[in-house]
């Protein structure tokens, strides 16, 4: 090669060298340097710049370590990078590398070594080249098919969750506990029918929506003893502090005044790092037990306070007591009185003062016969009023100030039950809520019957109790007195004979005359035959307490009776010196029994003549007007006490001021039985001290009708 | 006889006699013609009252056979009224009754004994008293 195609070279070969700087100097996408042999860095260019944050004479002389992560200089990578370089001459990776700000970027790095023309060894290049951006869309798309591959596993497993999620949730709304779920901070997330039923919401979904305060508006917690139960003691919110808990809850809805038990269990849900995340609560409620068991404590404690005692009036009374405030806030009993209208005889509150109320009620405005206690009386069946309403209780009170009072009540349901009497009812009872709120139910209806149903039983049992006491007095009464009648007559005769036997034992009949003994023997039939009509009076009475007594009119003189009665008591009287005087006014003729009139008359003038204490005895007879006849005894004797005037008329009674008088009472029991058998009256006027007049109303009557024959079977 | 005291007519009366005192008429003449027939004198009277009368007169019956049910004055208000005179306190008394043990014992006497009477216990009781009149 010639001297110029050799300058020539060289001037080629300068140009490419300036070209080449240029070059470097220009390219802002590659950092292109150079390191000494040492490692530090001696050119920079822009793109370096650019890259790596450095100013060219930031770096220049510094060690190309500075671009290296911190663990790749703790592993000494630049300078293995570096002895790789001079043993192979050429390294190339990927990878992280720092920027002057620390930031990291990924960079595509190449670095060679550097000889010059007699080989000999000057150091490295470096290229460079910031592959972030790039890295970067390769990491997004990785996360993004990353990202849809967890959605696409995240709808499986959501729709998997949902599935068993509805399972669960079907299966906890079909159960009959209720079931609520909160969450810490979050109030209740789920509730059951049986929940909402229980908190008396429609439906879960309106439970849920309510706010807390919403839901603990609707009743009162209370214990079992119905002491407050203090909100916080609430097994759920226990289990939301982390501890299990159990408790017996007495739901008392505002809205009704029921009481709802249900046994309530409360657990925990925790997380694996041991916080809670949930709360379960389950309600297993238990109120129809309770409420049985309630029902059946009531009817126990009325059956044994029914039993108690015999006297029917004070054993209502204590049963209305009872009921009060377990089955009602009012009781009541009310019993039918002879004029058929009901008689208040109890009615119980908790409150006395409201009890007077109820009495002041009662006098003020008597039940309509209309109204519900009248129709059950009626028709004998139980009535059951679930809901009081306004209206009705406008249409029941016609008078304002009683309108009034019946809105201040606020009474709510109501129930009365007949009191029976065999088919007949005989009084109500009623059971009334107000304060309490309280609906009454069928079930309470059936209650309610019941106890109607065992007090009808104690009433039966307590009249016929009285009625048996009654019927063995009057038994009694008439032993007593039928023995101690019988027994003077009898004494009479059993003295006479029994004399004349011990007289013939001992050889002294003998000494009595014909005429004597004769007499005696008179005397001792005569006494035989007032015995035998003694007792045929006795079970005449004793029929006629049973049966009916039945009358053979005929034509008869009341005088003529009189007349044959006195003549009969004339020596009684005289022994007593006392005189029977006898007064006809008019005619006295009618159609009566004439036996059963001289019975009648018989023992009001026998009674004169016995307590008439030897004063004169009138027997007065008139015709009267309008077709009767008036009878009158009056004696001069101590007279009767007015307290005893309608008593004496009894079957064995007489008046307290003859207890020590013989007699069996009989007399005036018989006489007036007579006397209104006969369609008559009688009655006794009488001022103690001053005797007493006793007086008999007859109707003339009427000839008996003709006996109709042809209905009587032909006699053969 | 029918409205006065019964008065015997026998030997022994001056001694010895029993007031009878009796509402029923019968019983009563029964009574007052047994005892005659038992060799006893007797005087009837109807009543509490009638008895107190005849007692006023100084008479003293060995024994009184006393009824309780009575009008005008019955047995137990009779006997009160006896036990008031000291006089009469000490005669005994025997009560014939139809009424029950209960109320006969309301009374202070000797015996009681029940209707409907046997002469024999009458007899039993009345020779405790009057020995006399048996003979």
Known sequence: MGALEHARNREVEEEAVDLLALLVAQVVDYAIFVLDKDGCVASWNPGAQRIKGYATSEIIGKPYAVFFTEEDRASGKPNKILSHVQAHDRYEEEGWRVRKDGTRFWASVVVTGLHDRRGAFRGFAKITRDLTDRRQAEEAARLAAAEQAARRQAEIDERDMRRSRDQLDLILRSISEGVMVQAPQRGFIFANEAAARLCDFDSPEALLAATREEIFSKFEVLREDGSPFPLDELPGRVALQGRPSNAVVRFRLKRTGEDRWSFVSGAPVVDRHGNVDLSVSVFREFTDRRRSEQAWQFLADASVALSASLDYEATLKHVADLAVPTIADWSAVDILTSDGSLAQLAVAHVDP????????????????????????????????????????????????????????????????????????????????????????????????????????????????????????????????????????????????????????????????????????????????????????????????????LRL???????????????????????????????????????????????????????????????????????????????????????????????????????????????????????ARRIVTAHGGAINLDSVPGEGATFSVLLPIGAPPAPVITEDLPERT | MANGPHMTSGAATALEYILVVEDDKDLRDSLFEALELEGYAAVCVENGQAALSHLATGARPCVILLDLMMPVMDGWTFRQEMLKDPSLASIPVIVMTAATPARAAAIAAQVVIYKPLHMGRVMDVVQEHCPGGAA
């Open chain 1, 353 to 548: 003062s409201k009890r007077e109320l109820a009495k002041e009620w009662r006098r003020r405005w008597p039940p309509p016969r209309e109204g519900v206690p009248y129709q059950v009386i009626r028709t004998g069946l139980p009535q059951l009023l679930p809901e009081i309403t306004d209206a009705m209780i406008e249409a029941g009170t016609p008078d304002k100030e009683q309108r009034r009072v019946a809105f201040q009540l606020g009474l709510r349901s109501a129930m009365v039950v007949p009191l029976m009497a065999g088919k007949e009812a005989i009084g109500t009872l009623t059971f009334l809520t107000a304060e309490s709120g309280r609906r009454y139910g069928t079930q309470d209806l059936i209650l309610a019957t019941e106890i109607g149903r065992r007090a009808s039983l104690a009433i039966e049992n307590a009249r016929s109790y009285t009625e048996t006491r009654e019927a063995v007095r009057t038994r009694d009464n008439f032993l007593a007195v039928a023995s101690h009648e019988l027994r003077t007559p009898l004494s009479a005769l059993s003295v006479l004979i029994s004399s004349l036997v011990r007289a013939a034992a001992s050889g002294r009949l003998l000494k009595l005359s014909p005429e004597t003994l004769t007499q005696r023997m008179v005397k001792a039939e005569r006494q035989m035959t007032q015995l035998g009509r003694l007792v045929d009076r006795l079970l005449d009475v004793s029929r006629l307490s049973t049966g009916d």
């Open chain 1, 552 to 670: 053979e009119r005929e034509r008869t003189d009341l005088g003529d009776v009189a007349r044959d009665v006195i003549s009969r008591y004339e020596d009684v009287a005289a022994e007593t010196g006392s005189t029977i005087e006898l007064r006809t006014t008019g005619p006295t003729i009618g159609w009566w029994d004439r036996g059963r009139l001289d019975q009648a008359v018989t023992n009001l003038v026998g009674n004169a003549v016995k307590y008439g204490q030897g004063a004169p005895v009138t027997v007065s007879i008139s015709s009267g007007t309008s077709g009767h006849v008036r009878l009158t005894v009056r004696d001069g004797g101590p007279g009767i006490p007015l307290e005893d005037q309608e008593r004496i008329f009894g079957q064995f009674e007489r008046s307290s001021e003859s207890e020590n008088l013989p007699g069996m009472g009989l007399g005036l029991w018989l």
